[in-house]
């Protein structure tokens, strides 16, 4: 039967809205890896709660997790989302410091995400899409932004495309969070946080080290939503030391 393009087009995009079922699971012609992630997505209750609660995606909790313990977004404050898209931590980072106004009693935050991915918009954050944050350029367009600012708060939740190496891959995300880290120090204004993403390795505990050379107050934290199989754990630096000529 001959179907109109724009009838294929719809009932395509309604077959992604569709809701995934057990059903699905059964289907011969997936690949494991694909029956895997369909029935972790299934069984995920931070997954349906990200649904019920607007969030781009349900890594929200290990942020909001992560806030509600160590109390580090205050309302006003600037924070720099690294890594951000689609973008759930900026949601909650807009909320956290009230940079959409939302609250007039309380004092106006500023929030910037940027991603190499492209960003879909959110109210009260600027965003940088399609921009690759380790490149120097990158980082002065945000520097810029900041109007002679400096920020309260650097969140990465960062990861390397992964190679499937692990020693490569271990590699490359300490790199990046040592990238992360040159960048907070430079932009950060004195007693402010530093939240990053890594995956616990033979050099996660140098790195640590390297951050209480700036920070006061390092500790690594394992939020419940951080899928316990996973070795992804989360380091947050509080009151920087500031730098002597900054
Ligand atoms: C786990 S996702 C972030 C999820 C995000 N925190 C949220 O809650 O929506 C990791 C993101 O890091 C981004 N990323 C990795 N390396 C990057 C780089 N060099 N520059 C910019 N973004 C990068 C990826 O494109 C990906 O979108």
Known sequence: MLIKPHIRRLSSSVLMLRKITPEDLKTKTKSVSSQQWLSRQLSDPY????????????????????????????????????GAAPGSWTQVAVKRVNSDGDKLEIPKGTVLAIDRQQIYPIK???????????????????????????????ISDMAPSATGVRVLDNENIIKLCYI??????????????????????????????????????????KPNSSRSDSTEVFLLGRDFKGLKNG
């Open 47 to 82: 997954v349906e709660k990200a649904k019920l609660m607007n969030y781009r995606c349900r890594s929200a909790f290990k942020l909001i997790e992560i806030d509600d313990r160590y109390k580090f977004l205050h309302p006003g404050d600037t924070v720099i989302d690294c």
């Open 124 to 154: 009260g954050a600027m965003i940088f899409g399609n921009m690759d944050f380790t490149s120097s350029e990158s980082q002065q367009t945000l520097i810029d932004s900041l109007n002679g600012k400096r920020a309260d708060a650097v």
């Open 180 to 221: 992360v880290l040159r960048f907070a120090v430079q932009v950060s204004k004195k007693n402010a946080s530093l939240l990053m993403k890594l995956w616990q390795c033979g050099e996660s505990k140098q790195l640590e080290n390297d951050l209480a050379k700036f920070y006061n107050n390092v500790k690594v934290v």
